[in-house]
């Protein structure tokens, strides 16, 4: 589902088998061909912020604060150092964000589903349900 929403979306990326194809070790499963600006909940108040990712790794279950700080975030913190910050997103929901460590900032938390709109370099918006790029 990742991967097809991305593709609907024109986003050019690495699948963690092309990664690990070219020797690299520790993969997410995305690594974006370019960094992007996606809108997660901001974690002490209400509403949205923009933050630029470069991968993101998809976890099937609810991201817990224990399991998320034991497991997960460590995971996380190593894509963090190797390709830049990223975006872990739980298929099933998680924990309120200011019980999840974000490692520094460079790790966004989303749940449920792909982010709606991503931010190209460019300015150019990109809808999930659209074909069309929209400049801001």
């Not at 933050?51 to 190593?78: R, Y």
């Not at 150092?81 to 964000?97: I, N």
């Not at 460590?101 to 990109?126: C, Q, R």
Request: glycine share 8%; charged share 25%.
């Amino acid at each position: 589902l990742l991967e097809q929403t991305l593709r609907r979306m024109d986003i050019p990326f690495e699948t963690e088998t092309d990664l690990r194809e070219r020797g690299t070790s520790r993969t997410p499963d995305i690594l974006l061909s370019c960094p992007v600006g996606i809108q997660v909940p901001k974690r002490s108040s209400p509403g949205l912020e923009w933050k630029v990712v470069c991968w993101i790794d998809s976890k099937a279950m609810f991201g817990d604060v224990n399991t998320h700080q034991n497991s997960v975030l460590p995971q996380a913190e190593s894509y963090v150092h190797r390709f830049g910050p990223g975006l872990v997103l739980y298929w099933f929901g998680h924990a309120p964000l200011e019980r999840l460590d974000d490692g520094h900032g460079d790790v966004a938390i989303s749940s449920w589903k792909v982010p709606e709109e991503m931010l190209l370099p460019t300015g150019a918006i990109i809808r999930k349900d659209e074909k069309n790029h929209n400049n801001i």
